[in-house]
């Protein structure tokens, strides 16, 4: 069954007079099997992060459908089934990372009891038991990392959405969460990562699809591919980079 | 209900964790400590109470509504710009319920403070003092005197080209010809809120209330007027039922008569009756002139000034929580400083707006920009009005009785249905200024 599936999805920014800005979807398809570790990667501006908030219901599409374990994205249902961790941890940094997990716990619609246990599990298996009631905002960024990735998981997710989830963290915490990664997706979980270090989406990912202009140029399995992800993102991308090196020579 | 009460914690703990609410419940109180020193009335020890009242609580509550609502509005604002408002908006939780949490908990904030400073006002001006309920005269109502006037100007109308028709007349008809049926009214029922009665020399007036069962503990607050506005010799008696009460003052005074248990006056009536006449005996030598509408109340004893604080509190705090409310939306719509600065411009129009329709009636605007601008200040008073029509600290000051039916309807629509469909607001403008924000 596919947990996340778009069909034809296009999406225009606007401005405050309706006027078309930015293009950033033109007509996505994309479907993530259960279990799989699906990688989407593309340079910036290629429309990553429009088609994680798509997914995640911040935005609706213009054209086309998006659904989430059947759902629409917004329902509260879909919701209850998804874990999110963020570019940026945005924690509030006046919270400990204790009242941190249990608020979002509380956000999921936890019992108190079951809040508490999951709270003491993760802090654990972050290793921030010995910091959890500091005030998150005293916190290195890797720490702070940390605990965002920790609250994305309060709510035992089956979906769980990572936008560049190494970002910040010292190559041993990149380690750690490439493992953590693999096992999650072996329990059962879905995982939709965006990531920049082709190396470790090629480490961790068992499907991806690189985006550019808004449009899919290359997807299939990491395990089919001849040669390195790298070598096939540059020449997914080499049209825009030819364009780029064309135009500062014509300037 | 789970996700409300998170919001809730949250917001509690940033107002504290940063430090705002100890800042705001400070600022308040050092006000109060300070207005001794800043306003001494009009030396008598009853106008010194009255102005330390008015300024210390009317001070303490505009720090709570400024500061609460430029914190409320920020922080929103704020979290939705830098994308950390989207982490809640992912989980399973009503947007409703994230505007709504933070709300009650700037509101629940702002009513802490104002309960602090109303605890230093008790303990300072005595909490046994007792406080008197203000009983208006039983009068046509101005709604039903306006459209008799408007009839009246009606039939008026023909006699616009009747050469027979004084000229003063003509002008005044041939002014408002053009004046849209609204403005008209808005005028007629201004006129009736100041229309005034007169009282030659050795003249009695009546006029009618409510029965009072309790005799004793009621006074008549009235204000007289005369020609030309000067200040002239006020003498009379009053006289209710059987109390009577004796006045020696000047006009444009507020003068308090208490009526005290004598012989049995004229005005008196039997007891089973809804209403009751007072009347007043004129025996100065001049015409004494009075807007019964608005100079004229009968006091009845009530409760105690801390009960009255009580009700007076709930007031400023259903108050508070609709400008809680209010900055919030605005937050859950506009980037910060858009929203702080609309707040401010919408919490001091809101404020001013009823004086200035008070000063400026329709009828003198005749520029269309003035126009224009009295109509906007029209509609921000429509808005402001749960907010700014109701005077729990003037009340105080005039040891009245903050009205227990006022205050359930303040706490009922001040308190919960506004900032409810205020939240409902901020729901839809999170999902549309989201989409909007690339």
């Known amino acids: 069954m596919a947990v996340v599936e778009l069909q034809g999805v296009s999406k225009t920014f606007r401005d405050f007079w309706l006027r078309p800005t930015v293009k950033a979807l033109d007509g996505l398809d994309l479907s993530i099997e259960s279990g799989e570790i699906f990688g989407l990667l593309g340079p910036n501006g290629s429309g990553k992060s429009t088609t994680i908030k798509l997914i995640l219901g911040l935005l609706s599409p213009d054209a086309g459908k998006v659904a989430l374990f059947s759902r629409p994205p917004g329902s509260a249902a879909a919701r209850k089934r998804l874990g999110y961790l963020p570019e940026l941890s945005y924690l509030h940094s006046f919270m400990t990372a204790r009242e941190t997990l249990l608020y979002y716990a509380g956000l999921c619609g936890l019992d108190r009891a079951t809040a508490r246990e999951r709270t003491r599990q993760l802090l654990e298996m972050t290793r921030l038991s010995d910091v959890a009631d500091r005030q998150v905002g005293g916190f290195s960024k890797g720490m702070a990392r940390r605990v965002a990735l920790a609250s994305s998981l309060i709510g035992k997710p089956e979906l769980l959405v990572l936008d560049e989830p190494t970002s910040g963290l010292d190559p041993v915490s990149t380690d750690e969460v490439k493992t953590l990664v693999k096992e999650l997706a072996k329990s059962g979980m879905t995982i939709l990562m965006t990531s920049h270090l082709l190396a470790d989406a090629q480490d961790v990912c068992t499907r991806f699809m690189i985006l550019n202009n808004g449009r899919s140029v290359a997807q299939g399995a990491v395990a089919d591919l001849d040669g390195s992800l790298q070598d096939c993102f540059l020449a997914a991308v080499a049209e825009r980079r030819a364009f780029s090196v064309a135009s500062f020579l014509k300037a | ?438």
Not at chain 2, 254 to 276: M, N
Not at chain 2, 284 to 290: E, V, Y
């Open chain 2, 1 to 438: 209900m789970r996700a409300f009460f998170e919001i809730f914690r949250l917001e509690m703990r940033r107002l504290w964790r940063r430090r705002t609410a100890q800042l705001l419940a400070l600022a308040a109180l050092a006000w109060i400590f300070c207005v001794p020193w800043l306003a001494n009335g009009d030396g008598t020890l009853d106008g010194v109470r009255h102005v330390q009242l008015l300024l210390s609580l009317g001070g303490a509550f505009t720090i709570c509504c400024v500061s609460l609502a430029a914190s409320g509005a920020l922080s929103f604002a704020a979290e939705r710009e830098e994308f950390r408002l989207a982490l809640a908006r992912v989980r399973p939780a009503p947007r409703f319920a994230l505007a709504a949490g933070r709300m009650a908990a700037l509101s629940a904030a702002g009513a802490g403070v104002l309960a602090l400073c109303a605890c230093f006002v008790v303990a300072k001006y005595g909490a046994g003092r007792p406080c008197s309920r203000v009983i208006d005269p039983v009068m046509e109502p101005v709604a039903a005197e306006a459209d008799r006037m408007y009839a009246h100007y009606l039939s008026l109308l023909p006699k616009l080209d009747d050469p027979a028709t004084p000229e003063e007349l003509r002008g005044v008809l041939a002014s408002l010809t053009n004046t849209p049926k609204a403005v008209l009214s808005r005028m007629f029922m201004q006129r009736a809120r100041d229309r005034f009665e007169s009282i030659g020399p050795g003249a009695t007036a009546r006029w009618t209330f409510p029965a009072q069962d309790a005799g004793e503990g009621l006074a008549v607050r009235i204000r007289f007027s005369s020609d030309f506005n000067m200040r002239d010799e006020v003498r009379g008696v009053f006289a209710f039922g059987d109390l009577s009460g004796s006045v020696s003052n000047i006009t444009k005074s507020i003068l308090k008569v208490p009526l005290a248990r004598g012989a049995k006056a004229a005005g008196a009536v039997a007891p089973a009756q809804a209403v009751q006449t007072l009347e007043f005996a004129n025996s100065s030598p001049n015409t004494l002139m009075l807007r019964p509408r608005k100079d004229l109340k009968l006091l009845a004893a009530a409760d105690s000034f801390a009960w009255n604080m009580v009700r007076a509190w709930l007031q400023l705090s259903a108050m508070l929580a609709t400008v809680c409310a209010f900055a919030v939306f605005l937050g859950s719509c506009l980037g910060r400083t858009v929203a702080v600065f609309t707040c401010g411009v919408m919490l001091f129009t809101g404020a001013a707006s009823s004086d200035i329709i008070e000063s400026y009636p329709d009828q003198l605007e005749e520029n269309r920009v003035d126009r224009i601008s009295l109509a906007v200040t029209r509609a921000v008073e429509f808005v402001c009005r749960p907010v700014f029509s109701l005077h729990p600290v003037a009340a105080l000051a005039d040891d009245e009785c903050v009205a227990p039916a006022e205050t359930l309807q303040a706490v009922a629509i001040d308190a919960f249905a506004i900032p409810a469909l205020l939240a409902l607001l901020s729901a839809l403008a999170m999902a549309y200024a989201h989409e909007s924000a690339k």
